[in-house]
């Protein structure tokens, strides 16, 4: 499994306890989701391995797990490390909701500039995410919040938004 097809579930924190579990932080929306998790791939040295386990309790975004068939210091060495699943198991967004990493190369059109570039990526700072978008060599950063984003469309690879009043003046000089 490369990692392009993968998507970053969270990462191994630490031990807990004295009997191997270790502590996942699930960088999810609904962490109680993956309750009935089995397995995921660690990213080491570059490489994703499948590793097998058992969900113990989930509490907030911490899961606390207990790895099938490595020893405690194995499953200690494992800190630090990245978590990723497939790509395919993500549950499919429909409507005005999307995943970050699936927008990336769609065309923004504003409702008062028309066609303001292609999205780069999303820059998730933690106020709020950020539309990178690129259009003749100039960046432009648009907010990543519902009152902007009034449709995607998946099929056409385009999503249309009403940007602030004189934001993308400021980027394009207009």
């Not at 009935?36 to 995921?40: G, I, K, T």
């Not at 080491?44 to 309790?57: A, H, R, T, W």
């Given at each position: 499994m490369k990692q392009?097809?993968?998507y970053r579930l969270g990462n191994i924190t630490k031990p807990f306890g004295y009997k191997g579990q270790m502590v996942f932080f699930l960088d999810v929306d609904s962490p109680e989701d993956y309750a009935?998790?089995?397995?995921?791939f660690v990213e080491?040295?570059?490489?994703?391995?499948?590793?097998?386990?058992?969900?113990?309790?989930i509490n907030g975004n911490k899961a606390i797990v207990t790895f099938e068939d490595i020893t405690p210091d194995e499953a200690h060495a494992l800190a630090g490390h990245d978590l990723y699943l497939p790509l395919d198991l993500l549950p499919e967004l429909t409507g005005n909701q999307f995943y970050f990493h699936e927008v990336t190369g769609f065309k923004v059109i504003d409702s008062e500039h028309g066609d303001i570039g292609t999205i780069q990526t999303i820059i998730d700072y933690p106020a709020q995410p950020l539309f990178q978008i690129m259009k003749n060599g100039t960046e432009i950063l648009i907010p990543v919040i519902d009152p902007v984003i009034k449709k995607v469309d998946r099929e056409q690879k385009t999503i249309y938004i009403e940007a602030p009043n004189g934001l993308i003046d400021l980027y394009l000089g207009s």
């Open positions: 392009e097809e993968c009935d998790l089995d397995s995921a080491i040295k570059g490489n994703l391995v499948p590793y097998f386990f058992k969900v113990d309790k």
